[in-house]
T-cell receptor, first 116, second 111 residues
Framework: GAGVSQTPSNKVTEKGKYVELRCDPI?????LYWYRQSLGQGPEFLIY????????DSGLPNDRFFAVRPEGSVSTLKIQRTERGDSAVYLC??????????????FGPGTRLTVL | GESVGLHLPTLSVQEGDNSIINCAYS??????FIWYKQESGKGPQFIID?????DKRQGQRVTVLLNKTVKHLSLQIAATQPGDSAVYFC??????????FGAGTRLFVKA
């Protein structure tokens, strides 16, 4: 079956530009997560959606970062006025989010963002 | 703040030997811990998890041990194979779905 997919796989942009990163979760998964992973580091939590709403956005580094999930499926991470420090691999994950259960997260391959 | 860290950044083992990867966590309120495996160019892959009301859980060739007294987590891989070569992360859930990852340990398996 299809796993989590992310597009594009690579994105190169110039400092100050706007970028959008897309995540297609596993069908039926109500929970969706965005992480950022810098070289040699573990994934850093950014935001978590339960359905269409952002249940926890405490990891977004500043107001240049924004994410949406308008229909409770596909999500888009938007970064305005990109900076060189935004360069990283952006990972998306999804899970069933069943209350009281351990919710295994399934990760996509990530989008490698390079800001020149 | 919350943090999950690892004792050793790299581990090299002989094929067929057992591997032990260690992790320390700082948030005593965390109630759910997970080990992930990440191969180059791929996203993390779930290996095994454990709730804080347990101290040991076994899977296929893997065992996770949790010592809440010293806030320590370990992953044991039996009969390590070349395909086990990857970076391993421990992670903790802090009250819900937010997951905090450690920095990772790279496992090298020598043939």
């Amino acid at each position: 079956g299809a796993g989590v997919s992310q597009t594009p796989s690579n994105k190169v942009t110039e400092k100050g530009k706007y970028v959008e990163l897309r995540c297609d979760p596993i069908s039926g998964h109500t929970a969706l997560y965005w992480y950022r992973q810098s070289l040699g580091q573990g994934p850093e939590f950014l935001i978590y959606f339960q359905g269409t709403g952002a249940a926890d956005d405490s990891g977004l580094p500043n107001d240049r970062f924004f994410a949406v999930r308008p229909e409770g499926s596909v999500s888009t991470l938007k970064i305005q006025r990109t900076e060189r420090g935004d360069s990283a691999v952006y990972l998306c994950a999804s899970s069933l989010a069943v209350a009281g259960a351990n919710n295994e997260q399934f990760f996509g391959p990530g989008t490698r963002l390079t800001v020149l | 703040g919350e943090s999950v860290g690892l004792h050793l950044p790299t581990l090299s083992v002989q094929e067929g030997d057992n591997s032990i990867i260690n992790c320390a966590y700082s948030n005593s309120a965390s109630d759910y811990f997970i080990w992930y495996k990440q191969e180059s160019g791929k996203g993390p892959q779930f290996i095994i998890d454990i709730r804080s009301n347990m101290d040991k859980r076994q899977g296929q060739r893997v065992t996770v041990l949790l010592n809440k007294t010293v806030k320590h987590l370990s992953l044991q891989i039996a009969a390590t194979q070349p395909g086990d070569s990857a970076v391993y992360f421990c992670a903790e859930n802090t009250g819900g779905f937010k997951t905090i990852f450690g920095a990772g340990t790279r496992l090298f398996v020598k043939a």
